[in-house]
């Protein structure tokens, strides 16, 4: 039983992740050509299907800058922020100093690098959808 309700949850989790993957990308279709969103899922499957291989690399591009892109733009600030400021202060309190600001820029940073890099991963996908579109008028 317990082999069965995994398997389960796995098919049921990939479910879940093409329903997103179906629904990020039928909003940005209707929002490119103003189709109801039954029409633009239809297509968004066909825009996918048709350019799988594009799809996958620019998915993954959109995940290696998210992720990436987190680190970069979250632990380096933190950790210079914090080293920065712990040279800064008086000795008797530096760590403490340097902890809180460290902190401080990294709950900072990741409010910034969210909205920044969300915007990004969303032209990058719109980018490959007005592609996508393109080739299919130009043929």
Known sequence: MAVVAC????????????????N???VIV??????S???????????????FGL????????DFVEFYGIIICVLIPAVLGGVISYYNSPASVATTVAVFVG????????IVSDVI???????LSSIFIFYSFDRKFRA
């Open 55 to 62: 799809f996958i690399i620019v998915d993954w591009i959109n």
């Open 7 to 22: 398997l389960i949850r796995c098919i049921l989790r990939c479910i879940e992740e093409l329903v997103k993957v179906l």
């Open 103 to 110: 902190i401080a820029i990294l709950l900072l940073a990741i």
């Open 117 to 123: 890099l969300g915007v990004l991963t969303e032209t």
């Open 37 to 51: 969103y039954c029409d633009a899922a239809k297509s968004t499957i066909s825009i996918i299907f048709d350019n």
């Open 24 to 26: 990020h990308n039928a």
């Open 30 to 35: 209707m929002a490119l050509t103003g189709e």
